[in-house]
Each structure stands twice: as structure tokens, then as C-alpha cells.
């Protein structure tokens, strides 16, 4: 039992290059979310899947985009990468969007974009 | 909206002393209070959620108490360890369909031996 996984850990892009994150959970969830965490700034999310098929945007969408390929798998794409995206990213998963379901995080990938 | 707001960090302790970290929180309704720690080079793990005024959430010898009258969810240790060394982060859940997590800023605590 993995839990969530996140692929790649590290990334260095240049300005304007795309690329996606991929997110996977072994766990049964019906919800997925994409957060990324700055420097003082805790966690922000950016889009959120609450079950298969449905996606919405979060506080911060924009320079994103996010496909939940199946239940188990939730993916973050950066179209045209720029340097206000360098972040860590954070996959997590919650067995609904109820008001006490806790989220099981991924490690994180950290993108660098120079 | 919905906002958390913790007290700004770092925070740094001798070991077996006693720990506070503040939190305070905006709401409409009465959201779940959770606590998450993120240690080095790791994703985030819950450590501890309350669900309702009064409630007390208890995990690893850290507590934190759901107080309604102060919109507060204050975490406290008796006795921190090298090994607590880390960033926490205060959340607020849904309260509604439709709403999601709000995380604060996090505080990091270094303990020194």
C-alpha cells in the first residue's frame, strides 16, 4: 500500500517549457487535489477533482491545467512554464470533500523554472 | 472567506520543553480544525483533527483543543523531542460541498538537544 505517489521528485524547466505531473493513490479515494507551497504562504490549491470525471479550480489555477484520468490518477499539466511556477507541488487524496475527511499527501515534486 | 492565521515561526526549543503554537481561524458555519505536521524532505501527515466546539484532538503526546468562543485551535506539547523538528501546518475543512481545505502558513520548530 503506496498511498500517494508523485513522479517526477525534482524538475528544473526552462521558461515556456510544458510538462505533467503525475499523481497516483492505492487508497480508494474519490477525491484528488493539486496544491503547491511557497515560501510563507502554506498550501494553495490550484484545481481539485472531488470524484472521477469532475474537475474545478482551486485559489490559484491559472498557468495549469489537470486531467483525472481514473479514479486512481490525477495529473497537473503547466502548459508554458514561467518562473513565478517554481514551487513544490503536492498530490493528496480524501475518500470524499465531506467536512471531516482528511487529505493523505503525496512527497512532492519541486520545480525549478529559470 | 475562510482564513487561518499561525503564529510566525521560526520557533526554536531546548528538548523536554513545553510547546504552544497559536492558532486562529475565520469561518462561516463550524468547520473541522485540523493539525498537519511536514517533516524534512516529506509530504504533509495529519497529526490531529477536532470535528466540533469543545473537542479535543490527541495524537503522539500533542493536543489541540476546538474553541468556539475564541476561534481558536491552539497545539501544545508537555515535552518536545529532537524528533518533533518540523513545520506545522493548522487547516481548516470544508464545511460545505463545495469548499475546500484552508491551510496556514505553517510554523517550523527546531528542537535542540
Known amino acids: 500500500n503506496a498511498g500517494v505517489t508523485q513522479t517526477p521528485k525534482f524538475q528544473v524547466l526552462k521558461t515556456g517549457q510544458s510538462m505533467t505531473l503525475q499523481c497516483a493513490q492505492d487508497m480508494n479515494h474519490n477525491s484528488m487535489y493539486w496544491y503547491r507551497q511557497d515560501p510563507g504562504m502554506g498550501l494553495r490549491l490550484i484545481y481539485y477533482?472531488?470524484?472521477?470525471?469532475?474537475?474545478d479550480k482551486g485559489e490559484v489555477p491559472n498557468g495549469y491545467n489537470v486531467s483525472r484520468l481514473n479514479k486512481r490518477e490525477f495529473s497537473l499539466r503547466l502548459e508554458s512554464a514561467a518562473p513565478s511556477q517554481t514551487s513544490v507541488y503536492f498530490c493528496?487524496?480524501?475518500?470524499?470533500?465531506?467536512?471531516?475527511?482528511?487529505?493523505?499527501f503525496g512527497p512532492g515534486t519541486r520545480l525549478t523554472v529559470t | 472567506g475562510n482564513s487561518v492565521t499561525q503564529m510566525e515561526g521560526p520557533v526554536t526549543l531546548s528538548e523536554e520543553a513545553f510547546l504552544t503554537i497559536n492558532c486562529t481561524y475565520t469561518a462561516t458555519g463550524y468547520p473541522s480544525l485540523f493539525w498537519y505536521v511536514q517533516y524534512p524532505g516529506e509530504g504533509l501527515q495529519l497529526l490531529l483533527k477536532?470535528?466540533?466546539?469543545?473537542d479535543k484532538g490527541s495524537n503522539k503526546g500533542f493536543e489541540a483543543t476546538y474553541r468556539k468562543e475564541t476561534t481558536s485551535f491552539h497545539l501544545e506539547k508537555g515535552s518536545v523531542q529532537v524528533s518533533d523538528s518540523a513545520v506545522y501546518f493548522c487547516?481548516?475543512?470544508?464545511?460545505?460541498?463545495?469548499?475546500?481545505?484552508?491551510f496556514g502558513p505553517g510554523t517550523r520548530l527546531s528542537v535542540l538537544p
Open positions: 487547516a481548516l475543512g470544508p464545511h460545505n460541498y463545495g469548499q475546500n481545505f484552508v
Open positions: 477536532a470535528t466540533k466546539a469543545d
Open positions: 477533482s472531488a470524484s472521477e470525471g469532475t474537475t
Open positions: 493528496a487524496s480524501s475518500e470524499g470533500t465531506s467536512v471531516s475527511y482528511e487529505q493523505y
